[in-house]
């Protein structure tokens, strides 16, 4: 059962950008909830791409820090992912976890960087 639902997703040339939404398809309400990014790539394991807590603090991974940013609107009750200067590394399937960690998932949206 898909709880949260990612849009966004697209090909983009390197040092293009992106923006990842996450909105609920369930009733959940994000305020209440840590969020989080996360993404995978083929043949890799799913990892952590950046979080937000509840009264907004953020943290990233090393890789994607100074060029993603993750924000929530909860008078919309989405969550964003602004992603700038992309590069081919950043290929992946991109998940949006609401109660991090742990918690719900969606389905992805696929983010392709390639020129």
């Known amino acids: 059962q898909v709880r949260v639902v990612e849009s966004g997703g697209g090909l983009v040339q390197p040092g293009g950008s992106l923006r990842l939404s996450c909105a609920s398809a369930?009733?959940?309400?994000?305020?209440?909830?840590?969020m989080a990014w996360y993404r995978q790539a083929p043949g890799k394991q799913r990892e952590l791409v950046a979080s937000?807590?509840?009264?907004?603090?953020?943290n990233y991974a090393d890789s994607v820090k100074g060029r993603f940013t993750i924000s929530r609107d909860n008078a919309k009750n989405t969550v964003s992912l602004q992603m700038n200067s992309l590069k081919p590394e950043d290929t992946a399937l991109y998940y949006c976890?609401?109660?991090?960690?742990?918690?719900?998932w969606g389905q992805g949206t696929q983010v392709t960087v390639s020129s």
């Open positions: 369930s009733g959940i309400i994000f305020r209440i909830y840590a």
């Open positions: 976890n609401a109660g991090f960690p742990g918690g719900v």
């Open positions: 937000i807590t509840t009264g907004g603090s953020t």
